[in-house]
Antibody, heavy 118, light 110 residues
Framework: EVRLVESAGGLVQPGGSLRLSCAAS????????MTWVRQAPGKGLEWVSS????????YYADSVRGRFTISRDNSKDAVYLRMNSLRAEDTAVYFC???????????WGQGTLVTVSS | QSALTQPASVSGSPGQSITISCSGT?????????VSWYQQHPGKAPQVMIS???DRPSGVSNRFSGSKSGNTASLTISGLQAEDEADYYC??????????FGTGTKVTVL
């Protein structure tokens, strides 16, 4: 059974930083791209970032490029999202997801809430 | 990276069929057969219902089906049930990013 578990989010001040992690199990991790998706309160889904199975290719939404960094550790079956220069508009539930072929969000974690506020 | 366009809401009575549309461009929906559909109940994570336009993952009811014509994809729910009341999102692979999501559709069972 595929299982994706995000680390706890939390409350961060504007301009602050936070690193999310996602622990994966139930599939051969290094064979699959991984993706972070977020959902602001009461809003729709927004793609944030994706990383290839090897970690050699990374992709970012314009809204986070230059502030967020995605990475993975295939020895630990984990993917990370480092978030810097956080803004109020980054407040959202962040989900990690694995891929299936060119479907970059297939199985999803339960999500973790990140609140950016002073 | 503009969101795909979905109707804000769709409703139907139990037992009826409803269809949700997802409109994009030739750079996303129309250019690739990599459209997925997700169901999301309040406070829960999305669950994939359809991938690659019309493939249904194991465990998903055969009342859910997907199709595509040109730049528009569709999700049809037949034999509507109370448990189908949820938000539904489409997504597509694109020429400029791995994935873009639709604006979301709230399905109400009357």
């Amino acid at each position: 059974e595929v299982r994706l578990v995000e680390s706890a989010g939390g409350l961060v001040q504007p301009g602050g930083s936070l690193r999310l992690s996602c622990a994966a199990s139930g599939f051969t991790f290094n064979n699959y791209a991984m993706t972070w998706v977020r959902q602001a309160p009461g809003k729709g889904l927004e793609w944030v970032s994706s990383i290839s199975g090897s970690g050699g290719s990374t992709y970012y939404a314009d809204s986070v490029r230059g502030r967020f960094t995605i990475s993975r550790d295939n020895s630990k079956d984990a993917v990370y999202l480092r978030m810097n220069s956080l803004r109020a508009e980054d407040t959202a539930v962040y989900f990690c997801a694995n891929s299936r072929g060119y479907s970059y969000a297939y199985n999803w974690g339960q999500g973790t809430l990140v609140t950016v506020s002073s | 990276q503009s969101a795909l366009t979905q109707p804000a809401s769709v409703s139907g009575s139990p037992g009826q069929s409803i269809t949700i549309s997802c409109s994009g461009t030739s750079s996303d929906v129309g250019g690739y057969n990599y459209v997925s559909w997700y169901q999301q109940h309040p406070g829960k994570a999305p669950q994939v219902m359809i991938s690659d336009v019309s493939d249904r993952p194991s465990g998903v009811s055969n009342r859910f089906s997907g199709s595509k014509s040109g730049n528009t994809a569709s999700l049809t729910i037949s034999g509507l049930q109370a448990e189908d009341e949820a938000d539904y999102y489409c997504s597509s692979y694109t020429s400029s990013s791995p994935i873009v999501f639709g604006t979301g559709t709230k399905v109400t069972v009357l």
